[in-house]
């Protein structure tokens, strides 16, 4: 059986992040929005150069998971950007958890996410936020485990519809 490892993600691995950010969101949520919307959105988060910026960005960090030579998850962190109103410069957030459907359960989300929260309390501990689809159950189990609780909701447009996203923190 071959083993899943995880690897710091660089300029090299940008089309691979877009791909499969793209691919496994609009996997997870594709159905809940109306096709001309998740294009655009998918376009303006999920291009090259979109994910190129976070990648050359020093306050971000992205590490890809991978199992025989195919890319099947990635976590993105970096500043906080939720709207709360606790949230300063020092918060962390991460920002992204994707990972392909048959690959969910098996504790590769669970290693991303460590890895990601290593990386943003290396220079000390500090409050980490994350935002999650208010429907996303197993996500919210998979925080709630790491210690993060809700806080707050806000909504997360995705062209004419309003998700209802909880803002979850751990501190």
Known sequence: M???????A???????LAQLGART???????????????AFLEENHRPEAVAALIADPRHAA????????????????PC???????TDACGEL????????????GVGARLMETGLAWLE??????????????????????ARAGFAKVGE?????????DREFILRRA
């Open 25 to 39: 969101f609009a996997d997870t949520f594709g159905h809940l929005y109306p096709e001309a919307d998740l294009a």
């Open 122 to 143: 290396s220079e000390g501990r500090r409050p980490i936020w994350i935002g999650v689809w208010s429907q996303n159950h197993g996500a919210q189990r998979l925080y």
């Open 154 to 162: 806000y909504e997360f447009p995705v062209g004419s519809i309003r």
């Open 10 to 16: 660089d300029v090299c691995d940008v089309a691979t």
């Open 95 to 106: 920002k992204r958890i994707y990972l392909l459907k048959d690959r969910q359960g098996d």
């Open 81 to 87: 950007g939720l709207p709360h109103p606790e949230v």
């Open 2 to 8: 071959t083993a899943v490892t995880i690897k710091r």
């Open 63 to 78: 590490w890809l998971a991978e199992k025989g030579g195919e890319a099947i998850g990635y976590v993105l962190v970096g």
